[in-house]
C-alpha cells in the first residue's frame, strides 16, 4: 500500500465520520423537534398557548438547539483562592492519616499556594 493509497482512505475515514455525525445530528434534531411538537400541542389543547405561539415555540426551541451552545456563568468567580486549612491530628478526632502523611499534604499545599502566586505574577 502506498502512501497516497494510504492518504485517500485517510481522507475518505474522515468524510465518512463527518456524514455520520451529521446523520446523527440529524436524528437527534427530529427527536427533539417532535418532542418539542408534542409539548407545544399539550400547551395548545390546555390553553396555556396559541397555536401561532406554539409554532414559535417550536421553532425557537430547534434553532436553539441549532447553535452552539454557550456556557452561561451562573454565578461570579471568587477573586481570592479559597483558603484551605490543614488541622493537626490532635485537633480532628476521626484523624488516621500517619503523620508523615500530614506533613506530605502540608508540602504541597504550599507548593501549590507558590504555584498559584506565580501564577498570579505571571
Known amino acids: ?7 485517500q482512505k485517510a481522507v475518505y475515514l474522515g468524510i ?14 427530529g427527536e427533539l423537534r417532535v418532542q418539542v411538537q408534542k409539548l407545544a400541542d399539550e400547551m395548545v389543547d390546555r390553553g396555556e ?16 438547539a441549532q447553535q452552539n451552545p454557550t456556557v452561561e456563568p451562573t454565578a461570579k468567580k471568587p477573586t481570592e483562592p479559597r483558603k ?17 502523611s500530614v506533613d506530605e499534604m502540608r508540602r504541597q499545599v504550599m507548593d501549590l499556594q507558590e504555584e498559584l502566586r506565580r501564577l498570579k505574577r505571571d
Open 1 to 7: 500500500m502506498g502512501l497516497g493509497d494510504l492518504v
Open 16 to 29: 465518512g465520520v463527518a456524514s455520520y455525525a451529521g446523520e446523527k445530528a440529524g436524528e437527534k434534531l
Open 49 to 64: 398557548m396559541t397555536a401561532e405561539e406554539g409554532r414559535r415555540f417550536v421553532d425557537e426551541m430547534v434553532s436553539r
Open 84 to 100: 484551605i486549612e490543614i488541622l493537626d491530628d490532635e485537633e480532628t478526632p476521626t484523624a488516621s492519616a500517619p503523620p508523615n
